[in-house]
């Protein structure tokens, strides 16, 4: 299994429409720092485009597309906490399917929930999440989903990085990966001489040591 990018003329839309909202920048002399510690050319924060009406509606509308064409079995769409709550709630909305959402870890009172919304065993769930970068959060979703006797048939997600850590990742645990753009996409539509070029893409290769 290997991610795939739904549509190539629309990963550019996206990527652009995602660019000229500021919902995604790209600083390759400046480098962002992660929490992580790790230097990026690059920062996302995919929720700014819920307050963008035409934007919200684009990737609303494409992630519906997205479901259709991949997981028409579909039976319910579960968003990870917390960017990923109100696309998965915009588009299961759409496709008049139930919401879930799973939380980070058990909230420590009242039920102690990390799932939230009605739970039917074996139903067939798609997971969406705003932004992949290694996986590690998404996967652990897809595990407390699997853990609760949900059949998660795949995710899709707005946009992803492209790291090959997270391609392992997701083939490890045998979910099928859908994105509307991703990092490469990205990187081609910019106007950049060929050493900033280098640059972008040597940080996708090894993101843990670039810029150090």
């Known amino acids: ?59 609303k509308q494409s992630l519906v597309k997205l479901i259709w064409s991949h997981f028409p079995n579909a039976e319910a769409i579960a968003g990870v906490a917390t960017a990923g709550i109100p696309q998965g709630a915009l588009v299961a909305d759409a496709m008049e399917l139930p919401f879930l959402y799973v939380r980070s870890s058990s909230k420590g009172h009242g039920l102690s929930n990390q799932i939230e919304g009605k739970l039917v065993a074996g139903q067939k769930v798609v997971v969406i999440e705003d932004l992949i970068s290694t996986g590690g959060s998404s996967l652990a979703a897809v595990d407390a989903l699997r853990a609760a006797n949900i059949e998660v048939l795949g995710m899709a997600a707005i946009f992803t990085y492209a790291f090959q850590v997270a391609e392992d990742n997701f083939k490890e645990k045998k979910v ?27 940080w996708r290769k090894d993101p843990s040591v670039w810029g150090k």
């Not at 991610?3 to 600083?27: H, N, Y």
């Not at 996409?185 to 280098?198: E, K, M, P, V, Y």
Request: a negative charge; proline letters at 8%.
């Open 1 to 59: 299994m290997s991610t795939t990018v739904f549509q190539p003329a629309l990963s550019v839309e996206i990527a652009k429409a995602l660019v000229d909202i500021e919902a995604i920048k790209l600083r390759p002399q400046a480098p962002f720092t992660w929490a992580s510690g790790w230097k990026s050319p690059i920062y996302c924060d995919n929720r700014v485009s819920l307050s963008f009406p035409d934007v919200r509606q684009l990737i």
């Open 176 to 202: 099928p990966l859908v994105v509307l753009s991703d990092y490469p996409t990205l990187t081609s539509i910019g106007n950049f001489d060929a050493s900033t070029h280098q640059l972008l893409a040597a």
